[in-house]
């Protein structure tokens, strides 16, 4: 598994109290080793499209929210493959950062984007107008067909400014963990063995096993499914008992 270094078990929860020098140190125990980041990671590709009018910026770098499908981040990047192009689109949660939507091809167009949408609203339970898809403002995320995707599923559409990396720091924050923890230690010949791997990575691991920080060292399932169960107990009251 060539994404388990950083925060997988055996020695990811264990250690969740420790200090950087001695998780460090833990790892080289295990015969693990600290995953790094590379310069020049991200290939720019948010193009702008004069004739469309984006969308205002409801989230403000505020990428927080109080329950799932409150506020949805959406981008595209480029991984590197050897039959040539090949395009990942995702949908990360703000709530539990969870990837709800997400879709590969040797294009990134509208087609693309539409179907990491249609994944997510396939997969979550969204309720009309209190969901807001926050994302830059590249032709795809401006498309006429994808504006009426939203506004058919009561989604309030929300996007940044062209070129700014912190008006969408959350899924940036994915791109560069999904980078660093995969891609730069992999090599995939076709789209199809990159795919595979992907799959592996965002269904079988991140989503399911991968501890986080920000969710007290949950994975972003088990962050979700103690929210649901905490908020069921506090819906459901029980009987009154006693003599009638």
């Keep these: 598994m060539p994404y388990a270094g950083r925060s997988c078990a055996p020695t990811g929860r264990r250690s969740a109290g420790l200090g950087r020098r001695r998780r460090a140190s833990r790892r080289r125990a295990h015969g693990r080793q600290g995953a790094f980041l590379r310069r020049k990671w991200r290939i720019p590709s948010t193009r702008q499209n004069p004739r469309t009018t984006p969308a205002p910026d409801l989230v403000n770098r505020q990428f927080t929210a109080a329950a799932p499908n409150r506020l949805w981040v ?8 050897g039959e040539g ?14 990837i709800v939507g ?27 107008g209190q969901l807001i898809h926050h994302s830059d403002r590249g032709s795809n995320q401006t498309s006429l067909r994808f504006a009426q995707r939203l506004a058919d599923n009561g989604i309030l ?12 720091a959350l ?17 995939w010949r076709t789209r199809d063995e990159a795919e595979n791997a992907i799959f592996a990575y965002i269904d079988g691991w991140y989503n399911t096993r991968r ?19 905490q908020h069921t107990t506090a819906i459901v009251q029980p009987e009154p008992t006693g003599d009638r």
Excluded at 74 to 81: F, G, L, N, T, V
Excluded at 173 to 179: A, H, I, M, R
Aim: net charge negative; glycine share 4%.
């Design 157 to 168: 559409p929300s996007m940044g400014t062209v070129g700014d990396s912190y008006d969408n």
């Design 171 to 187: 899924m940036e924050n994915f791109w560069s963990t999904l980078k660093i923890e995969l891609v730069y230690r992999t090599s």
């Design 211 to 229: 501890i986080q920080k920000d969710l007290g060292w949950c994975s972003p399932d088990e962050y979700e499914a103690a929210w649901y169960v």
């Design 102 to 128: 997400w879709k590969a091809s040797d294009h990134c167009n509208a087609e693309l984007i539409l179907a990491a949408f249609e994944y997510g609203i396939w997969s979550r339970d969204v309720r009309d």
């Design 74 to 81: 959406a981008d595209a990047s480029r991984i590197p493959c």
């Design 85 to 98: 192009a090949f395009w990942l689109a995702a949908i990360r949660d703000a709530f539990s950062n969870r």
